[in-house]
């Protein structure tokens, strides 16, 4: 079982940034994705990137550019450096772990308001 505890999320302008981090404990294995999905109010949960531990990512087209994932796998941490904000990013962004991305453990989610 892992444990994730997201964190860094908050309230910023349109065209700003924010970098959320992701703290994973407990079992992990070698060949692993950590990733990153959202959910606004009144939405499903879409993915926004992923992040394989051999380092491979791939990302959602409405933040390819503007968003970035990584990780440090000693330290069993995952980042997503947020740039360019829009309203739209305006969600509650989750952190996931698993052998493949949307499956396996879920962090309890972080609050992102995009607002002037």
């Known amino acids: 079982q892992v444990q994730l505890v997201e964190s860094g999320g908050g309230l910023v302008q349109p065209g700003g940034s924010l970098r959320l981090s992701c703290a994973a404990s407990?079992?992990?294995?070698?060949?692993?994705?950590m990733a990153w999905f959202r959910q606004a109010p009144g939405k499903q949960r879409e993915w926004v990137a992923f992040?394989?531990?051999?380092?491979?990512?791939n990302y959602a087209d409405s933040v390819k550019g503007r968003f970035t994932i990584s990780r440090d796998n000693q330290k069993k941490m995952v980042y997503l450096q947020m740039n360019s904000l829009k309203p739209e990013d305006t969600a509650v962004y989750y952190c996931n772990f698993g052998a493949t991305p949307g499956f396996g453990s879920w962090g309890q989610g972080t609050q992102v308001t995009v607002s002037s």
């Open positions: 992040i394989h531990s051999a380092g491979n990512t």
């Open positions: 407990g079992s992990i294995f070698s060949s692993n994705f």
